[in-house]
């Protein structure tokens, strides 16, 4: 007869390839019930964005098949990890992870990439929220079709307002400044950011998707200095022009001591409708380079597609509307790595928690002689 013992030893065998533990000791085994033969439990796993949940899954199943346990039961859920420290950011304590997408210059189409990753991630079953923090030139409203959108106060606090599930902030909702220019000065600009993030009801959310503006501003250092975040996401185009200016922003965030999560590659390249070849017509490999110089994972590319133009012209993203386009599938690949990039940050803050928790621990009392 098979004994609950057994039935773990098997179980930890099972290896989550992006957090290289076994699942037994992160804790995705619960409420585990063996009784008469009839085994039963709960696979929780990191993210419902992981690019390996059904290769976890299947790996689980062949594990309890060689015990030779005839009536099995599982249930498969997900919970997202926490990959920053909510103990140290009171004011937004129900967001688990906030990711800063940056980008060293204008026209790489930031914004249209942090619009799409945040639907890719809402559409897996994460609760997503997008910020606009690009306070000169709000662009999500129009690529959402929100030209009419406002945010309401309720208690003092600001409620975003909502889009195809995703929850939204943008300096763009405020009518007077549809047709103006935002000319302020940098302390403005800074506490107009700190309101969006921590006066704003976010809610319960898994992750927190802040469009930057390009370049190594006052935005940027203001979210960097002003909460925890999980990392920066940094996205280019393949020409040097572009990966030599991005290599800037990444500077400055590596001196704040803030975890870049990864580097996307957006109009990748162009493929051919009538013969399905790839066409690099800006080059080829500029954000390979960056991940390779500074060893950080590649996370993407996003081929040139004129639907993810228009649609962002007319309110329309990708995503919504040609979910089975090659930039749609490239823009779920992306963010699925994403969302394990940020399993594997949580992993480690988790680790350095327990560290200094054992330390404490066995520190020596200090004597009272």
């Not at 590659?265 to 493929?271: P, R």
């Not at 590319?301 to 089975?324: A, H, Q, R, W, Y």
Request: with cysteine; net charge negative.
């Amino acid at each position: 007869m098979v004994g609950i013992d057994q039935v773990l030893e098997k179980l930890s065998t099972v290896i989550d390839p992006d957090l290289k533990k076994d699942i037994v000791s992160m804790g995705m085994i619960k409420d585990l019930e063996l009784n008469d033969g009839n085994l039963k439990f709960t696979l929780e796993l990191t993210t419902p964005a992981c690019p390996f949940n059904a290769e976890i899954e299947e790996d689980v199943r062949k594990a309890i098949d060689e015990l030779g346990v005839k009536n099995f039961d599982m249930n498969v859920t997900a919970k997202v990890m926490e990959g920053r420290s909510l103990d140290a950011d009171t004011g937004m304590a129900t967001v688990k992870n906030i990711i800063g997408v940056a980008s060293g210059k204008g026209g790489v189409g930031k914004s249209t990439v942090s619009l799409n990753l945040a639907l890719a991630l809402q559409q897996t079953g994460a609760k997503v929220g997008l910020l606009d923090a690009d306070i000169y030139g709000p662009s999500i409203p129009l690529m959402l079709g929100m030209k009419d959108g406002f945010m309401e106060v309720e208690d003092n606090k600001l409620q975003p307002a909502e889009s195809n599930g995703l929850k939204v902030v943008s300096f763009g909702f405020f009518a007077e400044q549809a047709h103006q220019a935002a000319i302020y000065r940098g302390p403005i600009i800074s506490g107009i950011l700190k309101q969006f993030l921590v006066d704003t009801n976010w809610s319960d959310l898994d992750y927190l998707i802040v469009d930057l503006p390009p370049g190594t501003g006052d935005i940027p250092l203001t979210l960097a200095q002003t909460i925890p975040i999980t990392g920066i996401l940094v996205v280019t185009t393949p020409q040097d022009v572009a990966s030599n200016v991005a290599v800037k922003a990444i500077g400055m965030f590596e001196k704040l001591n803030v975890p870049i999560i990864g580097v996307v590659e957006n109009m990748s390249h162009f493929i051919c409708p009538n013969c399905d070849e790839k066409h690099y017509i800006f080059g080829d490999g500029g954000a390979k380079k960056i991940s390779e110089q500074f060893n950080m994972p590649f996370l993407g590319e996003i081929p040139l597609n004129s639907g993810i133009m228009s649609g962002s012209d007319v309110g329309k993203p990708i995503m919504i509307t040609n979910p089975d386009s090659p930039s749609s599938v490239a823009f779920r690949i992306a963010a699925k790595n994403i969302a394990a990039q940020c399993s594997i940050l949580a992993a480690k803050l988790q680790e350095e928690v327990e560290s200094e928790g054992s330390n404490e621990e066995s520190a020596p009392e200090a004597s009272t002689n």
